[in-house]
């Protein structure tokens, strides 16, 4: 018995150093704890949207832009006469170690049923997939979009850039190299569309810097090295051209910005802002006090069941709107 309890306990040591170092030299275990909880909440938010999800929208599921099996999009327009219509390609959060466009579906059907082309992006996720390859993916996605413009209904003379969380990021992204061949030249990305047929952004939630404190983060440190594939992602020079606000100028599109009022990510939202509008770009803020109360945490976007969520869809609709008058 005492061979077999130093047996069992010598097991559970190599156990618990396997684990730890796992734990100490990759992202992966707590990244795909994340992405169980993240997902568990993008489940939650579909639940929740149900009731508000319209029924006059005609959906088009499961489009492959690419050969990888997360290369899918789902396209959403309003029922009737088919039209060119004015194109939002969202881009799903989930800092870049979860989500899925099932997770915006019903949002995208709710701004549709408003009068848009709306668009749902899956790409492939760190830790499998390390930055730039997200990237890569949605600018496929798009070139794909254009191709196929005609029949989903897609004015390709308007494309808005929208996204949450992370997503935001990746459109923002998406955005400044359209408009900096210089950029895209650094990136090593023929962008799919032309300055002329980007429209807007409509940004929720993002984060659009890396700062050193971001390392006292559980959360964003684990999504940084999973996306950047290096432990040292604030020295990674390939990753540091993921973040743009330092690189923006006077030629990108008008943009919708906000954030809620308690989300750990308000003041980057601010930052870009205020960075956008010193280049001499309309943005178009909704970004709430922090003493709101209830407090609005990130992602408040989606409840809409709270009235500036409400608010927030009723402004980014009216956004939409201009563009096309534009």
Known sequence: MKLLFLWVAGVVAVVAATAAALYLLTPWPRALLLRHEFDAAGRETVRKLAPHVPQDVTAILDQRYGTDYRDRLDVFHPAGPPRP?????????????????????????????????????????????????????????????????????????????????????????????????????????????????????????????????????????????????????LNDKVFATAWVIDRLNGNLPPAFISVGSKDDLRRQSIALADALEKQGVRVERLIFPTDTQPPLFHEYQFDLDRPEAQQALAKSVAFLESLQRR
């Open 85 to 233: 219509r004015l194109t939002v390609v969202w881009i799903h959060g989930g800092g870049w170690v979860a989500g899925s466009k099932d997770h915006i579906a019903p949002y995208a059907r709710i701004l549709a049923a408003k009068g848009f082309t709306v668009v749902a992006i899956d790409y492939a996720l760190a830790p499998g997939a390390t930055y730039p390859t997200p990237v890569q993916q949605v600018n496929q996605a798009l070139g794909y979009l254009m191709q196929e413009a005609d029949r989903l209904q897609i004015d390709p003379s308007r494309i808005v850039l929208a996204g949450d969380s992370a997503g935001a990021q990746i459109a923002l992204q998406l955005a400044t190299f359209t408009a900096q061949p210089s950029y895209a030249e650094l990136l090593h990305i023929a962008p799919a569309l032309g300055r002329g047929q980007l429209a807007g952004l409509l940004l929720y939630c993002g984060i659009y810097r890396m700062e050193p404190k971001d390392v006292d983060n559980t959360v964003l440190t684990i999504e940084f090295w999973a996306y950047s594939g290096s432990r040292d992602f």
